[in-house]
């Protein structure tokens, strides 16, 4: 079975500057994709980035950016020039590309990112 | 192009009764997920459905717990004779296509179940 670990549980940052979350899972699998979720306080989840597994090349979204290590197993995320509405709970999520994963996600933990001002 | 609803928001019950939560799919969406998010951890997956069919359950307890997703209306998920343990956030998510090199899934706002 897959498993993702985020092992911050909470991170903060001053508004402006730079932030990594930490994700690291566990699969046999060869091929897959890997999610960032932002829940607010509102509890609505939105998909922030998305990396297939076959792609070297990092995925970026605007401010949003990850670190994508295929052989480490590692999968992070980078938020720059961070702002307020920033903060929220941050989880990793993990799919099998096929068969009968039907694309569902594992979820870690989540970390709590908080944005001072 | 509404989002995913979820209804009831909130919704308390007291141990013994039975709780069923809603999930209207966006518009165009067949593929329906449930997941439950106990306090203070992540997500995880319950149920898998298609139009009429189960197709992966793998992540609901066998006991008490059932869910459909009918021909017309909501997806339902039904816990029969609620236990404090069943206090939790269940997300709905639904999406074009199961397959995740062309699918996005798309939550809804939860239900917060409470059992007293």
């Known amino acids: 079975a897959q498993t993702v670990t985020q092992s911050q549980p909470e991170m903060s940052v001053q508004e402006a500057e730079t932030v990594t979350l930490s994700c690291t899972y566990d699969?046999?699998?060869?091929?897959?994709?890997l999610f960032w979720y932002k829940q607010p306080p509102s509890r609505q989840m939105i998909l922030v980035i998305r990396?297939?597994?076959?792609?070297?090349q990092n995925a970026t979204e605007n401010r949003f950016s990850v670190n994508f290590q295929k052989a480490a197993k590692s999968f992070s995320l980078k938020i720059s020039d961070s702002q307020l509405g920033d903060a929220a709970m941050y989880f990793c999520?993990?799919?099998?590309?096929?068969?009968?994963?039907?694309?569902?996600?594992?979820f870690g933990q989540g970390t709590i990112l908080t944005v001072h001002p | 192009n509404a989002g995913v609803m979820q209804n009831p928001r909130h919704l308390v019950r007291r141990r013994g009764q039975e709780a069923r939560l809603r999930c209207s799919p966006m518009k165009g969406h067949s593929h329906v997920y449930w997941y439950r998010q106990l306090p203070e951890e992540g997500l995880k997956f319950m149920v898998y459905l298609q139009k009429e069919n189960i197709i992966d359950e793998s992540g609901m307890p066998k006991e008490r717990f059932s869910a459909e997703f009918p021909k017309e209306g909501p997806s339902i998920l039904r816990i029969q004779q609620v236990v404090r343990g069943d206090s939790a956030a269940y997300f709905c998510?639904?999406?074009?296509?199961?397959?995740?090199?062309?699918?996005?899934?798309?939550f809804g706002p939860g239900t917060r179940l409470t059992v007293l």
């Open positions: 699969t046999s699998e060869s091929d897959y994709y």
């Open positions: 990396q297939e597994a076959y792609k070297q």
């Open positions: 998510a639904s999406s074009h296509d199961s397959h995740p090199s062309y699918n996005e899934q798309f």
């Open positions: 999520a993990y799919t099998n590309a096929g068969g009968t994963s039907y694309g569902k996600l594992t």
